[in-house]
């Protein structure tokens, strides 16, 4: 079974997302390995971008942190082949198509597979753009994670049936941050997921407390929470390491209830 | 060639939210455009609000002062609402109300686009957000007080360079979130498809007039047409009709900023690498690792650093060539204009008269050569003494 696979086989999976250099790729190592021992079941990790259009502020900031802290891809690849030897944690990238590109597309995904990625997610790039990435990484091994989104509807079926690895599943409209109330109808968007495939869907966007997580947790396989931490990584920078470990651990501890 | 791509460029690479919005104005846009009583709607609007067609003037003096080819200026600053942007804006406003959307948003960079969409939304009835960098708001402050004036409402966008790229974040992300009753009016030829051919399609308005006018004045093709390019709007629209003729030399004027080689400007082609950003495949200016520069330009309407796609591929084949414009070239063709003609241009089309300014002594007396004033330049009179050192109460 793949790392991926595994994530999902035994109860319902947190998925905690951090931006990799914020405030520095030393932290981001300590918070790889802290939030595993909380009991995380995959980590996100961001490649800062200049322009992340689908984040909201709070990862905007995050991503202008760590490009200020001189971050850059190959150190992240570095980063994660050294955290790669610690732990046997699946690790997904998320980042935006130009920094992929601009590394060259092939060898991106092969120095990710390398140093011990199991996932890309790619949020500017739709179903209809993804052939030429997905071969790439089908070749590699590694999973082209597709996103469905509150305004997918029809969309669906097409998407979930070529699927890799989970499917991500944005729980709201706008872009990400800490929602107060989630009011799309998301156990609908995934039973028509699964009428289609048998792929784990993990629920993001929007969810910050273990009561949101808990509740979403009923629709889908697993909840990703990416702005609640990293607001944790704004207030506490350096210092953030335990305080990231015990918001974690409560999360993840909401999920086994 | 596959939809929306030109060559290797365009595309649609957009959050999956954003989707279904956007096959929704390509279906719309594919439906209204073939059905003639949208473009009757259209074309009356244009030339009975918008004022065209525009006039395309002889400049006389300009031409003796340089002693080369013959130069016609096309007069898209004489629009109303000051320039080429209401083409467009006319365009698509008028598709968003057939649509049943009942609010618009945009992005506006020196502010020209912002205006234009407010003035549209206000005809039609239609409630207005602009997002516009914080940076532009102040180097534009007349403009922020036109589109208020007008009835809509302005967004000082903060974050990144606080210039145009961030304006067309903060838009796209505002569309994400709403879109169910809005409409994106995206200002330029870029952006994912459809919007680089809706809005090349509204603005080719500009070159078939150009056609047929200096037919009518010279009864030949001129022999190059000049325009400044930021997405490149206003070039693609006089450009496009002049594709097949490759007698005409297409020549899009980008902005160089404090210099071509300097780390402060704008010049895409010159600069830039192809990548992927703003929902298309094309050049932009960046880093090694792909992060967007943060580019600079004295013009507001030029400072961002992509172009679009139809221009990646014009550039790549040959058929038309992009050369960088100074700000200090700018700024003295600015002037150069408002004395040599009484014709105040936009800074932005100022860097297409400062080329000519090069280009003309080079060619034959019975050559031509066409420059499209894309907008007038009230917008900046303020700037340009700033620039100077002139102190002025604004």
């Not at chain 1, 929602?179 to 156990?187: P, V």
């Not at chain 2, 846009?29 to 006039?55: C, I, Q, T, V, W």
Request: aromatic share 8%; hydrophobic share 40%; glycine share 10%.
């Amino acid at each position: 079974m793949s790392r991926i696979a595994e994530v999902f086989s035994s109860g319902k999976a947190f998925i905690p997302f951090v931006t990799a250099g914020d405030p520095n790729l030393l932290i981001t190592e300590q918070l790889i390995l802290a939030m595993e021992q909380a009991g995380a079941d995959l980590i996100e990790l961001g490649i800062p971008f200049s322009d992340p259009v689908a984040e909201g502020i709070v990862i905007q900031k995050a991503d202008a942190r760590a490009l200020a802290s001189n971050t850059t891809t190959d150190k992240i690849f570095d980063m994660v082949a050294k955290v790669r030897k610690k732990t046997n944690i699946p690790l997904a990238f998320m980042t935006y198509m130009n920094p992929i590109f601009a590394y060259g597309s092939e060898l991106f995904i092969s120095k990710a597979a390398e140093c011990g990625i199991d996932a890309v997610i790619v949020p500017d790039l739709p179903f209809e753009e993804k052939g030429e990435l997905d071969s790439i990484c089908k070749s590699y091994e590694v999973d082209l994670i597709s996103l469905i989104a509150p305004t997918s509807r029809e969309r669906i079926s097409t998407i979930a049936g070529d699927a890799d690895g989970f499917i991500y599943c944005v729980s709201s409209l706008g872009v990400t941050g800490v929602r107060s109330e989630i009011t799309t109808d998301i156990g609908e968007m995934i039973s028509y997921v699964k009428e289609v495939k048998d792929i784990p869907c993990a629920i993001g966007f929007g969810i910050s407390t273990p009561e949101q997580a808990k509740n979403m947790s009923q629709y889908g396989d697993g909840v990703i929470v990416g702005s609640a931490i990293v607001k944790i990584v704004e207030q506490y920078g350096q210092d953030s390491i335990k305080p990231v470990y015990e918001y974690v651990k409560q999360m993840k501890a909401a999920l086994e209830k | 060639m596959a939809k929306g791509k030109y060559g290797e460029y365009g595309g649609q690479f957009i959050p999956e939210t954003l989707m279904n919005a956007v096959l929704e104005v390509e279906n719309a846009y594919e439906h209204y455009k073939n059905d003639p009583d949208f473009m009757k709607e259209l074309d009356d609007l244009l030339a009975n609000y918008a004022g065209r067609p525009s006039l395309l003037y002889y400049a006389d003096k300009m031409t003796k002062d340089l002693g080369g080819a013959k130069i016609y200026l096309k007069r898209e600053d004489l629009n109303h609402t000051g320039s080429h942007k209401i083409n467009n804006v006319m365009g698509q406003v008028l598709l968003a109300k057939k649509m049943g959307k009942t609010r618009v948003i945009a992005e506006t960079g020196a502010g020209q686009h912002g205006v234009a969409t407010a003035t549209v939304a206000a005809l039609m009835g239609l409630e207005c957000e602009i997002y516009m960098g914080k940076e532009d708001t102040d180097r534009q402050a007349l403009n922020v007080f036109r589109m208020e004036l007008l009835g809509a409402k302005v967004h000082a966008v903060t974050s990144g360079t606080q210039t145009l790229k961030d304006a067309v974040n903060e838009t796209m992300r505002e569309w994400t979130s709403r879109m169910e009753d809005t409409y994106y009016v995206l200002g330029s030829v870029m952006g994912p498809h459809p919007f680089p051919m809706i809005v090349r399609d509204f603005q080719k308005i500009i070159g078939k007039e150009i056609k047929s006018q200096i037919l009518e004045e010279e009864g030949k093709l001129p022999d190059a047409i000049i325009a400044c390019v930021g997405g490149g709007s206003n070039a693609m629209g006089a450009f496009y009709e002049f594709i097949s003729d490759t007698t005409v030399r297409l020549i899009g004027c980008e902005a160089a900023g404090l210099g071509v080689d300097h780390p402060k400007n704008a010049a895409t082609m010159a600069n830039g690498r192809v990548g992927i950003f703003h929902g298309m495949k094309s050049y932009f200016c960046q880093d090694e690792y792909g992060q967007i520069a943060p580019v600079y330009s004295i013009s507001a309407g030029l400072d961002y650093p992509g172009i679009g796609p139809e221009h990646a591929m014009l550039s790549d084949t040959g058929r038309a060539d992009y050369v960088p414009v100074t700000d200090e070239e700018a700024v003295d063709a600015f002037e150069y204009l408002s004395r040599m003609e009484g014709i105040i241009p936009a800074i932005e089309s100022a860097h297409a008269v400062a080329y000519v300014r090069k280009l003309a002594p080079t060619m034959e007396k019975d050559k031509i050569i066409v420059i499209n004033i894309s907008g007038r330049g009230d917008k900046d009179v303020a700037a340009i003494a700033r620039y100077k050192g002139v102190k002025i109460y604004e």
